[in-house]
């Protein structure tokens, strides 16, 4: 069964950080790329980070450009979101989506990043 599963959130002081984790399986996936988006409650989900499996190559959103970095390690089908300088805003469930290059996007349940004032 193909699924993606999410780790590493908590609660953190603002000015923080916290790493994330994204495990896709099973290894034999076929993945193009993986990102990560989040969302608060009666909002929209919002993209995060990506990062191409191939290439490495990486975009952001603009509201966590130098502060977000997004990598990956291909052996593990694992991907990682390293998050400093946090602030409440950032207060969401984070999502790591997987995209093989053969099928439909495959979506995480979520991991809770709250980031206290």
């Known amino acids: 069964q193909e699924q993606v599963v999410e780790s590493g959130g908590g609660l953190v002081e603002a000015g923080g950080s916290l790493r994330l984790s994204c495990v896709a399986s099973p290894r034999s996936l076929s993945i193009a790329d993986m990102a990560w988006s989040r969302q608060a409650p009666g909002k929209e989900r919002e993209f995060v980070a990506r990062?191409?499996?191939?290439?490495?190559?990486?975009n952001y959103a603009d509201d966590v450009k130098g502060r977000f970095t997004i990598y990956k390690d291909n052996n593990k089908n694992t991907v990682f979101l390293d998050m400093q300088s946090l602030n409440p805003e950032d207060t969401d469930i984070y999502y790591c989506?997987?995209?093989?290059?053969?099928?439909?996007?495959?979506w995480g349940q979520g991991t809770q990043v709250t980031v206290s004032s």
């Open positions: 989506n997987a995209k093989p290059i053969f099928d439909r996007e495959i």
């Open positions: 990062i191409n499996w191939i290439s490495g190559g990486t």
